[in-house]
C-alpha cells in the first residue's frame, strides 16, 4: 500500500514538473501561406527535438491572411509566397524583412477518372478561356487539338479556386495574365480577384478537398498538396513553348533562369525563359518586423537559421525545392538586420 501511495506521489510530482515546464517554453506565433505549410509543419516537428524550450506555432490561412495580421501586429512572424507591397508596409508603417524559405509550384490538378493516368496537356492560353468561363466541357475541341491522343468524356469542367487571399492564386493569375490579354482584363491578377464561375475553397487543403469530392474538377493548387494526394498534374507549356510538368528539375531550371539574370529572391519566376522551366514556379518567405522583442527575436533567429541549412535537407521529399546557395546567403543577411529591443 505504501508502495503505490509512493507511486502515485511521484507520478504527481512529475505531472507537475511537466506542466511547469510546459507552460516556461516561449510560444511564437506565425500564420500565413498554405503553400508552404506541409514543410513548414515538419520544420516546426523536427526543431522541437532539438529545442524544446520553444514551441513555433503556424496556422495556414493564406498569404493574404499572414500579411494583414503581421502588419497588425497580432503575429510574430507571417508567411507569404508574395512579397508585401510598399504601399501595404506604408498603411503599417512597419519595415518587413522578407526570408525566402523554399522554391515550389502551382500544379493544375483534375478530377476526371478516365483521364488519370494520362499526360494531360495545357497552354496558358486555353486554361485562361477555361477559367474565364468561354470553355466549359472537358471534350472540348480547343482542348483535344493539344491531346489528340487522349479521349475525353462529355463532362462538365466545374472550376475549383482559392476563396481566400493567396499567394496560390497570384501565382497564377499573373501567369494567365501574361498569356492572355484577355484574362488580364476580364479577371486580373493579385491575391484575391473576382472569379466569373467555380466554387471557392479555403486554403490549398480546402480546394484539395473540393476537388477529391467533385467529378469534372480543375483547379490550381501548391504542388506539394497534389503530390501528398497523388492528385494528376498537368504539363503546361512554358515560355519557349514546350509542355513540362512540374518537378523537382523544372521548378529548379526556373530559378537558374532567374540568378542568371541576376534577379533578385523577391523578383517573379513567373513564365521565365528556358525549355525546361516550369512556368508558374517561385519562392515563398516567412516575413518579421525589422524589430522584434529581444526574447522572441533570438529564438525566431535560430529557428530561421536552422531551416536555413539542414531544414534545406528535408524540402525535395515534401516536392520544394532547396534555396540556391546564393540565396540562402542572401536570406542571413536579411537576418543580421533585425533590431532587438
Same mark, same amino acid.
Given at each position: 500500500?505504501?508502495?503505490?501511495?509512493?507511486?502515485?506521489?511521484?507520478?504527481?510530482?512529475?505531472?507537475?514538473?511537466?506542466?511547469?515546464?510546459?507552460?516556461?517554453?516561449?510560444?511564437?506565433?506565425?500564420?500565413?501561406?498554405?503553400?508552404?505549410?506541409?514543410?513548414?509543419?515538419?520544420?516546426?516537428?523536427?526543431?522541437?527535438?532539438?529545442?524544446?524550450?520553444?514551441?513555433?506555432?503556424?496556422?495556414?490561412?493564406?498569404?493574404?491572411?499572414?500579411?494583414?495580421?503581421?502588419?497588425?501586429?497580432?503575429?510574430?512572424?507571417?508567411?507569404?509566397?508574395? /512579397? $508585401?507591397?510598399?504601399?501595404?508596409? !506604408?498603411?503599417? +508603417?512597419?519595415?518587413?524583412?522578407?526570408?525566402? #524559405?523554399?522554391?515550389? &509550384?502551382?500544379?493544375?490538378?483534375?478530377?476526371?477518372?478516365?483521364?488519370?493516368?494520362?499526360?494531360?496537356?495545357?497552354?496558358?492560353?486555353?486554361?485562361?478561356?477555361?477559367?474565364?468561363?468561354?470553355?466549359?466541357?472537358?471534350?472540348?475541341?480547343?482542348?483535344?487539338?493539344?491531346?489528340?491522343?487522349?479521349?475525353?468524356?462529355?463532362?462538365?469542367?466545374?472550376?475549383?479556386?482559392?476563396?481566400?487571399?493567396?499567394?496560390?492564386?497570384?501565382?497564377?493569375?499573373?501567369?494567365?495574365?501574361?498569356?492572355?490579354?484577355?484574362?488580364?482584363?476580364?479577371?486580373?491578377?493579385?491575391?484575391?480577384?473576382?472569379?466569373?464561375?467555380?466554387?471557392?475553397?479555403?486554403?490549398?487543403?480546402?480546394?484539395?478537398?473540393?476537388?477529391?469530392?467533385?467529378?469534372?474538377?480543375?483547379?490550381?493548387?501548391?504542388?506539394?498538396?497534389?503530390?501528398?494526394?497523388?492528385? /494528376? $498534374?498537368?504539363?503546361?507549356?512554358? !515560355?519557349?513553348? +514546350?509542355?513540362?510538368?512540374?518537378?523537382?528539375? #523544372?521548378?529548379?531550371? &526556373?530559378?537558374?533562369?532567374?540568378?542568371?539574370?541576376?534577379?533578385?529572391?523577391?523578383?517573379?519566376?513567373?513564365?521565365?525563359?528556358?525549355?525546361?522551366?516550369?512556368?508558374?514556379?517561385?519562392?515563398?518567405?516567412?516575413?518579421?518586423?525589422?524589430?522584434?522583442?529581444?526574447?522572441?527575436?533570438?529564438?525566431?533567429?535560430?529557428?530561421?537559421?536552422?531551416?536555413?541549412?539542414?531544414?534545406?535537407?528535408?524540402?525535395?521529399?515534401?516536392?520544394?525545392?532547396?534555396?540556391?546557395?546564393?540565396?540562402?546567403?542572401?536570406?542571413?543577411?536579411?537576418?543580421?538586420?533585425?533590431?532587438?529591443?
Amino acid at each position: 500500500m505504501k508502495k503505490i501511495r509512493l507511486s502515485f506521489l511521484i507520478l504527481i510530482f512529475f505531472s507537475f514538473i511537466s506542466c511547469f515546464s510546459k507552460n516556461k517554453r516561449l510560444l511564437i506565433n506565425g500564420a500565413g501561406a498554405s503553400f508552404p505549410y506541409i514543410l513548414y509543419s515538419k520544420w516546426i516537428t523536427e526543431y522541437h527535438d532539438i529545442s524544446s524550450d520553444v514551441a513555433i506555432n503556424y496556422q495556414s490561412i493564406g498569404s493574404g491572411g499572414g500579411i494583414r495580421q503581421l502588419l497588425a501586429g497580432t503575429l510574430d512572424f507571417g508567411g507569404t509566397d508574395i /512579397p $508585401v507591397s510598399k504601399e501595404e508596409q !506604408k498603411l503599417s +508603417k512597419k519595415e518587413i524583412l522578407h526570408i525566402p #524559405t523554399a522554391l515550389g &509550384a502551382v500544379a493544375l490538378t483534375y478530377n476526371v477518372p478516365s483521364l488519370k493516368e494520362k499526360e494531360l496537356k495545357m497552354t496558358g492560353e486555353l486554361l485562361a478561356e477555361i477559367f474565364i468561363g468561354k470553355i466549359k466541357n472537358w471534350n472540348d475541341p480547343k482542348i483535344k487539338k493539344w491531346n489528340p491522343n487522349l479521349n475525353f468524356p462529355s463532362l462538365p469542367i466545374v472550376i475549383i479556386y482559392r476563396a481566400d487571399g493567396s499567394g496560390t492564386t497570384s501565382f497564377f493569375t499573373e501567369f494567365l495574365s501574361i498569356v492572355s490579354p484577355s484574362f488580364l482584363k476580364t479577371i486580373g491578377k493579385g491575391k484575391s480577384v473576382s472569379w466569373l464561375v467555380g466554387v471557392g475553397g479555403k486554403g490549398n487543403e480546402g480546394v484539395m478537398g473540393l476537388v477529391n469530392k467533385m467529378e469534372g474538377a480543375l483547379a490550381y493548387i501548391s504542388l506539394s498538396y497534389a503530390m501528398s494526394q497523388k492528385l /494528376p $498534374v498537368m504539363a503546361i507549356q512554358n !515560355k519557349e513553348k +514546350k509542355f513540362v510538368r512540374p518537378n523537382l528539375k #523544372t521548378i529548379q531550371a &526556373a530559378a537558374q533562369q532567374s540568378l542568371k539574370r541576376n534577379q533578385a529572391y523577391t523578383s517573379s519566376l513567373i513564365y521565365t525563359k528556358g525549355k525546361n522551366s516550369y512556368p508558374i514556379s517561385g519562392y515563398t518567405y516567412l516575413i518579421l518586423p525589422k524589430k522584434m522583442s529581444n526574447k522572441k527575436g533570438v529564438a525566431l533567429v535560430e529557428f530561421l537559421k536552422w531551416a536555413l541549412s539542414k531544414g534545406q535537407s528535408f524540402t525535395e521529399s515534401l516536392y520544394f525545392i532547396s534555396l540556391p546557395p546564393s540565396v540562402v546567403k542572401s536570406a542571413l543577411e536579411q537576418l543580421s538586420l533585425l533590431e532587438l529591443d
